[in-house]
């Protein structure tokens, strides 16, 4: 989901290394118990060197979100689209796209990391009007990516009970978000991608037809 799942070790330049140092505060702490000054001093930079590349921490908030925008984008369309490789039918290839979601979570060694589009929004008075609308778009672009992946299978299963596309789109994020908190709440690591599978077990119960139920 970003840079922190691969395994490369390669040494950031000062930019990404304000951002790395900065995520992992905000994801451990929140964005308002996060200061500019534990970021310059873990970074070994002056506060100067902070200002030369984001001039507030609402400018600061707008590159990671930004980042993980980019980095779940990446991430889905990696994994569904090898999905959609290995079986051209839309809800197989949904079914396998939350399959290989959730064994890449688990495979992660502390979990999922955490939101930084759900750590925005928990405190969006911090910000300006440019950091809560970068939040909004975010939330809309996965909401009109599952969104298109739904209407696709609806237009090939009928659907066992009445559908809201969009509220159908938002459940995978919904889904994904409240996990994380429940993985933080109760400390077990496999939470999220179970969740994810139940999920799963849902759009499956949604639209296979009763013949393929067993599969």
């Known amino acids: 989901m970003d840079s922190r799942y691969s395994s490369m070790t390669v040494k950031p330049d ?16 929140g964005f308002e118990a996060t200061s500019i000054d534990e970021i310059v001093v873990a970074a070994h930079i002056s506060r100067g060197g902070f200002f030369y590349h984001f001039k507030d921490k609402n400018a600061l908030a707008r590159a990671l979100i930004e980042r993980y925008i980019d980095a779940e984008n990446a991430l889905f369309d990696d994994i569904f689209g090898r999905a959609r490789e290995l079986n051209d039918d839309p809800l197989h290839a949904m079914l396998i796209g939350l399959k290989l ?27 300006d009007r440019g950091v809560r609308e970068m939040n909004r778009r975010a939330i809309l672009g996965w909401r009109a990516r599952f969104r298109a992946m739904f209407e696709e299978i609806a237009k090939v299963y009928t659907p066992r009970e009445p559908l809201d596309l969009n509220a159908l789109g938002d459940m995978v994020s919904g889904v994904v978000e409240g996990a994380i908190v429940l993985q933080r709440v109760l400390g077990e690591r496999q939470t999220v991608s179970a969740q994810i599978m139940q999920l799963r077990t849902y759009v499956k119960l949604l639209f296979a037809p009763p013949m393929q139920m067993d599969h």
């Not at 060694?109 to 969006?124: E, F, K, L, R, S």
């Open 101 to 127: 979601l959730a064994e890449m979570l688990d495979d992660l060694p502390n979990g999922h990391p955490g939101c930084v589009i759900a750590a925005a929004a928990y405190q969006d008075r911090l910000f």
């Open 14 to 29: 000062t930019r990404t290394l304000i951002m790395d140092i900065a995520e992992k505060a905000v994801l451990e702490k």
